[in-house]
């Protein structure tokens, strides 16, 4: 039975705190074993099935799981691959007059049109998606996707796990917990968009599964075509999605920033200038106008990590160092002897060493008049006593 808070029981194991292991490192989570109860003869006849339980003569169902926004969900056998779990999600069939046919026009699609859109979901390859074995029908029960099994909370219910027991996962460590979440979801996000060129679409806590010590990102259903029509959740969706669900890059990183506000949200208030740079960037993210929002994932990764040194260095006391892309090597300083020593003979001669071959490295003074000119920002409310707004990048 789940516990009177909503959450599914399960135990939670803090990763060591201090600030030597990887900042990404997550809570392990492990949920009880659930008791599969058996399916009563009339649920079986409505989905064709005999007692056996048997879906198109591979997989046996064992339980249901729940609903998605596309479906139902069940957990299930592949009796041919040594009878590993499985999801499988039967598809909503289409009715007419369903109001809710507009918010899933993929229901609606020919059927070659959906054996492609089937097949670009199983060539959907990342660690924190959740991977889509096959697809196939069984009369009368329709159209089915064989997923992989994830066995964990959703955010959800990690969010109302932590409002009613802070400390089961570390207390204010939560948010530098949610921010592991974010950078986690952004690099799925990130592959999705750059090497797929879709959306993800849908993205909601409930939509994010903590399994173990990783995420997987569920309910793969909504991921599509960069404004393309689909489903959304309402409280979710940015400012200028379509009518129906027509979503670009940067509204999932809306979806994100929203879904990390809730989860920051459930956790005991933190103190110092970490909380403030974590509001800045979710605002940042969930701008109303989507040309002032984050421009890629990737770049919105690079502020939660930002973020999340920020908030441990605050925690422990110590720095958190995590090497720039911004000053890494240039490759015009190749072959120009910048920083090499002399050659061993130098060392056993003590002649003069050789003028360089290449570019004369600057003094120090013009390096300094080189670099970039740090640049104000407006909306800084941490300015100068002057009234003078301060720099960006200044620290």
């Not at 109302?160 to 952004?186: K, Q």
């Amino acid at each position: 039975p789940a516990p009177s808070d909503g959450a599914r029981p399960a135990a939670v194991l803090l990763p060591p705190p201090d600030k030597d292991h990887d900042p990404l490192v997550l809570p392990e989570v492990r949920p009880a074993a659930p008791v599969a109860g058996p399916y009563d003869a009339a649920r079986l006849r409505g989905l064709g099935l005999g007692p056996d339980r048997m879906l198109a003569g591979q997989y046996r169902l064992i339980r249901s799981i729940g609903y998605g926004g596309m479906g139902e969900v069940h957990l299930a056998e592949d009796t041919r691959l040594e009878n590993r779990p499985v999801a499988l999600k039967f598809l909503h069939q289409q009715h007419d007059g369903d109001p809710d046919s507009a918010r899933h026009p993929d229901i609606r699609l020919g059927e070659k049109a959906m054996r492609s859109e089937r097949q670009e979901l199983v060539a959907l390859n990342h660690p924190d998606l959740i991977r889509v074995f096959n697809y196939g029908s069984h009369d009368p029960a329709g159209e089915f996707l064989v997923l992989e099994y994830a066995n964990g909370l959703t955010l959800e219910e990690v969010r109302v796990r932590v409002v009613n027991d802070p400390g089961s996962f570390g207390g204010v460590r939560f948010h530098e917990f949610v921010l592991g979440y974010g950078i986690r979801i952004l690099n799925a996000l990130s592959y999705l968009h750059q090497q797929k060129g879709k959306v993800y679409g849908d993205l909601k806590p409930h939509n994010v599964m903590h399994c173990g010590t990783e995420i997987k990102i569920v309910d793969v259903g909504s991921v599509r075509r960069e404004r393309a029509e689909g489903p959304v959740t309402v409280g979710y969706f940015a400012p200028g999605v379509g009518p129906h669900g027509e979503s670009r890059f940067q509204d999932d990183l809306f979806s994100l920033g929203v879904t990390l506000r809730e989860l920051s949200a459930a956790a005991p208030p933190a103190q110092g200038l970490g909380p403030e740079s974590l509001r800045r960037a979710l605002d940042h993210a969930t701008h109303a106008d989507r040309r002032a929002r984050f421009a890629t994932a990737d770049e919105m990764a690079l502020q939660l990590r930002g973020v999340l040194r920020e908030l441990r260095s605050l925690r422990t006391s110590r720095e958190s160092f995590e090497p720039s892309p911004l000053f890494v090597q240039s490759a015009h300083a190749l072959d120009g002897a910048i920083g090499s020593p002399p050659p061993l003979s130098r060392w056993a001669s003590g002649a003069a060493p050789p003028a360089p071959l290449g570019p004369v490295p600057p003094e120090p003074g013009e390096m300094a008049c080189g670099l970039p000119v740090p640049k104000p920002d407006p909306h800084d409310r941490h300015g100068r006593r002057d009234g003078a707004p301060a720099a960006r990048g200044a620290a």
